[in-house]
């Protein structure tokens, strides 16, 4: 199994607070990204990471932030969470940027917004 | 755009019988297509993953897949089932940009009945 872990793993949370998600990699892999999957929309990208500091947008980056100041960690951050963003989260680790490279999925974390 | 249309939402076969989950995709280059499955409460595992060559691709677990381009379907089947096969499998297309995109379609969602 590739090295990916994420924390917390479950997290209950109120409408309007801050929520910061770690993924965590030890494959010195450059590129990471976060993914929201709700059902019957599979996953979506919400924002991903190719070098320390260089990262960019997907296409569900609304009320999302994002921090890489290693290698190994990328964070998500919802500055003010709200109950459609209630989800289970997945960082992902890929080595290359090309179509055919192999994504690895971390474990998920499981957020709730009351 | 690319998309992914997994059909099927929910399959339930009879242990030790086969498997075909189908997956069509739109895109307008070459494609990239990937199989992941995932157990309840994990991340996404690569089953098998097709870039070019030979349609008829052999993954992970007994599961093989065939890339069809002029029905643009890339189905998964498995000869026999067995009850661990339980899971959800998505169908996902990807390509090279600035990041590697992958497109992952909603999910078929597979039960396995002894």
């Known amino acids: 199994d590739a090295g990916i872990t994420q924390s917390p793993r479950h997290k209950v949370t109120e409408t309007g607070t801050p929520v910061t998600l770690r993924c965590h990699q030890t494959e010195n892999h450059r590129y990471m990204y976060w993914y929201r999957q709700d059902p019957g929309h599979g996953l979506r990208l919400i924002h991903y990471s190719y070098g320390v500091k260089d990262t960019d947008k997907g296409e569900v980056s609304d009320g999302y932030s994002v921090s890489r100041s290693k290698t190994e960690d990328f964070l998500l951050t919802l500055e003010s969470a709200t109950s459609s963003q209630t989800s289970v989260y997945f960082c992902?680790?890929?080595?290359?940027?090309?179509?055919?490279?192999?994504?690895?999925f971390g474990p998920g974390t499981r957020l709730t917004v009351l | 755009a690319q998309s992914v249309t997994q059909p099927d939402i929910h399959i339930t076969v009879s242990e030790g019988a086969s498997l075909e989950l189908r997956c069509n995709y739109s895109?307008?280059?070459?494609?990239?297509l990937f199989w992941y499955v995932q157990s309840p409460g994990q991340g996404l595992q690569l089953l098998l993953k097709y870039f070019s060559g030979d349609t008829l691709v052999q993954g992970i677990k007994g599961f093989e897949a065939e890339f069809k381009r002029s029905q643009s379907s890339f189905n998964l089947r498995k000869p026999s089932v067995h009850w661990s096969d339980a899971a959800e499998y998505f169908c996902a297309v990807g390509f090279s940009g600035g990041y590697q995109k992958v497109t992952f379609g909603t999910g078929t969602k597979l039960q396995v009945i002894p």
């Open positions: 895109y307008g280059a070459t494609p990239y």
């Open positions: 992902a680790i890929s080595d290359n940027r090309v179509g055919t490279d192999t994504q690895y």
